[in-house]
């Protein structure tokens, strides 16, 4: 059975960076599509980006692109999440996610698989 495990979450003032880990095991990121997703306090999971490890296709959601970037290392089967220019509104619980799709956007959280059990960014004003 897939697991996936964030890291790298903190407190960080606004306009600062943070790099997100998401950690697999049990399973391999070259099959699948793989999300970040985020709950902000008292809101629904919406999503961040999503990477296609096995051809590099990446997509952001308007509210982070040219802020965030999502990579990927091959070799030690972790995608990351990189966080720049942070803002109040980007605290949340962060997640990652795998999946099957043929995406051309980041898909709803309800199409993914997979679940890390998230890591929390706060950004202080």
């Known amino acids: 059975q897939g697991q996936l495990r964030e890291s790298g979450g903190d407190v960080v003032r606004s306009g600062g960076s943070l790099r997100l880990s998401c950690e697999a095991s049990?399973?391999?990121?070259?099959?699948?599509?793989v999300g970040w997703f985020r709950q902000p306090p008292g809101k629904e999971r919406e999503g961040v980006a999503l990477i296609y490890t096995d051809g590099g296709a990446t997509y952001y959601a308007h509210s982070v692109k040219g802020r965030f970037t999502v990579s990927e290392d091959s070799v030690k089967n972790t995608v990351y999440l990189q966080m720049d220019s942070l803002k109040p509104e980007d605290t949340a619980m962060y997640y990652c996610a795998a999946g099957f799709g043929a995406w051309t956007r980041v898909p709803s959280p309800t199409v993914m698989d997979y679940w890390g059990e998230g890591t929390r960014v706060t950004i202080s004003s």
């Open positions: 049990g399973l391999n990121f070259r099959d699948y599509a």
